[in-house]
């Protein structure tokens, strides 16, 4: 199974509708099964009831979680915040199971910003957890930068784009 993560919790997110396109692009691709987790479905409260001490005693953060580490392959959209990653993803990750969480996955990235660098640096702090956590990541990570400009909603509008995900999309497939 392959699983597509939102990388924000915040409600019709671009990101969102970009996993919901991603999805298309692998369904042509591969006969796996294919799942959106969206992190806007996490329980508001779950950094205090789900992490640290509290870890695994949250049901509606265990089943999120649970969706996530049961994939074989996992596909992260990473939406730029401030130069880098959304913090509600850093405290999702936080709150896998350790050290077994995402070890030996395989995972790839796409990075979603409305400026010039389509989350490259967002990209790059993630990369740096995911390789601390064992996860095999995908040397492949398109940088979707002005995305309103290049997405109208439904499809995106620009070729290299759209290029860019398709070969990524096989190179998952194939990983």
Do not use: C, W
């Not at 990388?7 to 396109?21: K, M």
């Not at 001490?53 to 979680?65: L, Q, S, T």
């Amino acid at each position: 199974m392959i699983t597509i993560v939102v990388g924000t919790n915040r409600t019709n997110s671009v990101s969102a509708q970009i996993a919901e396109y991603y999805k298309a692009i692998l369904s042509t691709k591969t006969d796996e099964r294919i799942q959106i987790v969206d992190l806007a479905e996490l329980p508001g409260d779950f950094i205090g009831n789900a992490l640290y001490e509290h870890n695994g005693k949250n049901e509606a953060f265990n089943e999120i979680r649970e969706r996530v580490q049961s994939a074989d392959k996992l596909v992260f959209v990473v939406p730029e915040y401030n130069g880098s990653f959304p913090g509600v993803l850093k405290a999702f990750i936080d709150g896998f199971k350790y050290p077994e969480g995402i070890r030996d996955k395989k995972g790839a990235m796409i990075g979603v910003s409305s400026g010039v660098q389509g989350s490259l640096i967002a990209m790059s702090h993630l990369t740096d957890i995911f390789n601390y956590l064992g996860m095999h990541v995908l040397a492949l990570k398109p940088k979707l930068s002005g995305i309103e400009r290049n997405f109208d909603g439904k499809r995106i509008t620009n070729e290299l784009y759209n290029t860019l995900l398709h070969q990524q999309a096989e190179k998952l497939v194939e990983f």
